[in-house]
């Protein structure tokens, strides 16, 4: 299967841009916002401040291209890993990192904004992307639901059930697989035997594209496209997202001990974020003051988060228990009871 490129990795185009120059201005500082996020929410982890973080480093272009193409009412359902994506639907960066102290309150959007928790679980939130699409259908809406999941999580039988079903119905979901070269110390390579993720949506009889993962121009043009299928009832759409997990698999891990350095650092060299800044800078539309200026701007927004999430009185013990259900069942109360002592 071929891959989609637009934009090579040294900024020249090889195809026609599908975004004006002031769109790829507003997702390069998008992405820059990510950035500023995941740096900041590493480095509060190595300060004890925050739990395991998942770094999203060099997966911008993949997240913010395809988020891009949604508007408002459509769903965004993604990973511990996604939350570039997530942010940029609406989920705050103090939900966000909230959710990353283990506070309840991070763990659910603000009403009217369509964007999941976070899915711990591999692969669980497919089946729930599925759902969420095919209920906005149900009731008359055109919104579309975003999945985002690793290539470990195709392993997962969830994948298989959530493809299936989406397959057979319709359902208005567009499934974004970053294919990030490792879950985990698993390389891609002994996930599957298939030679592509995308050749995958053959089998459920949905169209599969394979795209450069790390150039905004290609996944925002595969995702607007599966996105207007989504929404004229044609169906889903699996997109193949090849990019690559610069940093480790989270702040625990170690990956020097399952994969050579070089092609972390070969990686490196095809920045997404570099590459649309070549590509900017190049069409006049860019200089050093004015991304210096964004990034710090995106920069103290993050900060501003960090410091109403720090200020907020702590969660109480026995509260996660009032985030279960509408109405808590007798078990739940007696949990709660005992885990406040009472
Ligand atoms: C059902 C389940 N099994 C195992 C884990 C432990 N685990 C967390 S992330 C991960 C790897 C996932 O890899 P991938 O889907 O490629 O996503 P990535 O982390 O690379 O973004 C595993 C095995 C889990 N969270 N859930």
Not at 305 to 323: K, N, S
Request: proline share 5%; net charge negative; aromatic share 8%.
């Amino acid at each position: 299967m071929e891959m989609l490129q637009i934009l090579a990795p040294d900024g020249t185009l090889t195809g026609e841009a599908p975004l004006s120059v002031d769109e790829v201005r507003r997702l390069f500082r998008a992405m820059v916002a990510g950035r500023a996020y995941d740096h900041k929410a590493t480095a509060m982890q190595k300060q004890g401040r925050l739990a395991t973080y998942a770094s999203f480093e060099g997966q911008e272009a993949a997240q913010i291209g395809s988020v891009a193409a949604l508007e408002e009412r459509d769903w965004v359902v993604g990973t511990y890993r996604d939350a570039a994506a997530m942010w940029f639907h609406g989920y705050p960066w103090v939900n966000l990192i909230l959710g990353r102290t283990g506070d309840e309150r991070g763990g659910h959007a603000p009403d009217g904004v369509n964007v999941m928790p976070p899915s711990i679980t591999v692969g669980a939130h497919m089946i729930h992307a599925v759902g969420l699409g095919w209920s906005e259908r149900l009731l008359g809406s055109d919104a579309v639901a975003m999945t985002y999941f690793g290539d470990g999580a195709t392993s997962e039988g969830d994948f298989h059930e959530a493809m299936n079903f989406a397959g057979v119905y319709r359902t208005p979901t567009v499934f974004v697989c970053q294919n990030n070269g490792w879950a985990i110390s698993m390389p891609t390579s002994r996930q599957t035997a298939s030679e592509t993720i995308a050749q995958k949506a053959i089998a459920y009889g949905m169209p599969g594209v394979r795209v450069d993962g790390n150039d905004l121009l290609a996944m925002y043009q595969v995702s607007r496209d599966a996105v207007a299928r989504a929404r004229a009832g044609e169906g889903p759409t699996l997109i193949e997202a090849v990019t690559y997990r610069v940093g480790p698999h989270t702040t625990t891990d170690d990956p020097d001990r399952y994969r050579d350095g070089e092609e972390a650092a070969e990686w490196r060299s095809r920045d997404p974020i570099a590459r649309v800044r070549a590509y900017l800078q190049a069409d006049g539309a860019w200089d050093a003051e004015w991304e210096a200026d964004i990034e710090q701007t995106e920069h103290d927004a993050v900060e501003r988060a960090v410091d109403e999430a720090e200020a907020l009185e702590p969660f109480g013990a026995g509260e996660i228990f009032d985030a279960m259900y509408a109405e808590p069942t007798p078990q739940l109360i007696e949990q709660r009871d005992k885990s406040i002592g009472r």
